[in-house]
């Protein structure tokens, strides 16, 4: 299947500072792809410069258009829905004003759209009239991600989305992504601390080190070497 996104020689900039230095990765339409390595790798700088959130130079290709020199505003409305580490909810509102917030921009029928997301999160159903900052860890990500979707994207790009969360609650999330990537035919671009749950979810994995792709390959591959295994996996 064709790439919805591409990158070729990206690099990517904090003031004058190269932190990612000429990358390329793609991310087949439909599909789900991982980013790991160690913190300072420049994972999540990666998906600031396809957000047009840091500079960078380079190509980035989205669904056939380039994405530089466009701001985060345009390449959200070209479908790229972003959910930063942190999650960056509302605290002071509601989780159905939350939701609502993240379809505004979006012509269609938010009371089904926000319908949807409540039949794939049913905790938020349950928590619509609450306010965000009220919300356990992963009921905030929960809610991050479905107002993220409201925006109808066709790539969901997720920073590390089970930071700080219980096993449990994160292996929940990570089956819900799943779910929406097949059901709503959303790619995803994933950067994940949890390298064995998101390895045995991915398509493809691509590894950094200090802003350079050093291996890269198909998810159960790179699950597979021994050298991955014992730096990543843990055994």
Do not use: W
């Not at 789900?32 to 790798?41: P, R, S």
């Not at 998906?47 to 130079?57: D, F, H, K, P, Y």
């Not at 999330?173 to 709503?184: A, G, L």
């Amino acid at each position: 299947m064709a790439p919805i996104l591409e990158l070729h020689r990206l690099k990517a900039f904090y003031g004058q500072s190269e932190v990612v230095h000429g990358i390329d990765v793609a991310v087949e339409e439909g599909g789900m792809t991982v980013l790991l390595g160690a913190n300072g790798a420049g994972k999540t700088t990666t998906l600031r410069a396809i957000c047009g959130m840091v500079r960078s130079e380079g190509e980035i290709r989205f669904a056939g258009e380039q994405l530089e020199r466009r701001t985060t505003e345009q390449i959200a409305g070209l479908g790229v829905a972003h959910v930063p580490e942190g999650r960056g909810t509302f605290m002071a509102l509601t989780v159905e004003e939350n939701l609502r917030l993240g379809g505004y921009t979006r012509a269609g029928r938010p009371d089904a759209d926000i319908q949807r997301m409540y039949g794939y999160f049913p905790i938020l159903a349950a928590r619509q009239h609450q306010q965000a900052g009220s919300l356990s860890g992963g009921e905030q990500q929960m809610l991050a991600i479905a107002r993220a979707l409201m925006m109808g994207p066709r790539l969901l790009v997720l920073d590390e989305p089970s930071f700080g969360l219980a096993p449990r609650i994160v292996e929940e999330i990570f089956n819900i992504v799943d779910r929406i990537r097949r059901e709503e035919h959303v790619s995803v671009l994933l950067v994940e601390q949890n390298a064995s749950l998101a390895l045995e979810l991915a398509d493809h994995a691509y590894l950094l080190e200090t802003g350079y792709v050093v291996t890269s390959g198909s998810a159960k591959a790179l699950a597979d070497d021994p050298q991955i295994r014992r730096s990543y996996l843990g055994y």
